[in-house]
């Protein structure tokens, strides 16, 4: 089983082997009460932009572990670059997108207002969703041993949308009537951005499919069934991953 993994600043990071790192703060305290690590134990530490150090535990406290660098690596940017673009849905459910998004190895999340939405963003309310979001995919890099966490973006609308799609070299929107089967689309193998579009619950709208057919985008059918919003993004991405040499 892998290490657990655990966040670090960026300049704690420099260091190769021998380097001693005392990780406190709510990371050493989950560390040490909730994981309860001990001396002798292995762990990864990561900055969440591709650096990680496996390290040896050296001592502990009650909120916090003191570590020594075995060995640091910095992951390269893998191609081609992920974006999902997020319909926002009811409740709980964007989390759980996120999550699951982050753990399939989307490299960048856009929560998008879309016209049928229910949920609405606004005011007070759109920064703690946005911030449970960015949150949400912090923990799951972590669970799911990331070195490199997904960006959370600020959230846009139809125009921007649109212009996201139209700046990839494939822009893709998930869609019942789909011409082609995701499975069939041929992405870009290195380099380059895919960016995926997932709509809300009450579908698409009209003008909402026709700036993204301006826009270039490709209608890609996923399967025979209608997957929630929530889960779409997860099921895509894992083929697009496939498809690209990702997996």
Do not use: N
């Not at 005392?22 to 591709?50: C, F, K, M, N, Q």
């Not at 490299?107 to 005011?123: F, H, L, N, Q, Y």
């Not at 997860?234 to 990702?246: C, E, H, I, S």
Request: charged residues 25%; proline residues 6%.
């Amino acid at each position: 089983m892998t290490p657990p993994l655990f966040l670090a600043e960026a300049a704690e990071l420099t260091g190769g082997p021998g380097t001693v790192i005392t990780v406190s703060g709510p990371e050493g305290r989950h560390a040490a009460a909730v994981r309860r690590i001990r001396v002798g134990e292995i762990v990864d530490l990561a900055d969440g932009w591709g650096v990680r150090s496996r390290c040896t535990v050296v001592d502990t406290t009650k909120d916090s572990i003191v570590c020594e660098v075995c060995l640091r690596t910095e992951e390269p940017v893998r191609g081609p670059h992920l974006t999902v673009v997020q319909a926002l849905p009811k409740g709980d459910r964007g989390e759980l997108a996120v999550e699951m998004m982050t753990e399939a190895g989307v490299d960048r999340v856009v929560p998008w207002a879309a016209e049928r939405c229910i949920t609405r963003w606004k005011g007070e309310r759109a920064g703690k969703a946005l911030a449970k979001w960015r949150a949400t995919a912090r923990e799951a890099g972590k669970q799911s041993r990331r070195s490199r966490f997904p960006e959370v973006a600020d959230p846009v609308g139809r125009a921007g949308v649109a212009d996201l799609l139209a700046g990839a070299d494939l822009g893709l929107i998930l869609h019942e009537e789909g011409a082609h089967r995701l499975s069939e689309v041929d992405p870009p193998t290195e380099g380059g951005e895919v960016v995926l579009v997932v709509g809300p619950e009450g579908g698409f709208s009209d003008s909402e499919l026709a700036a993204f057919d301006e826009a270039g985008a490709v209608r890609a059918l996923l399967g025979p069934s209608v997957l929630r919003t929530s889960t779409a993004g997860v099921a895509a991405l894992a083929v697009l991953q496939a498809r690209t040499g990702r997996w």
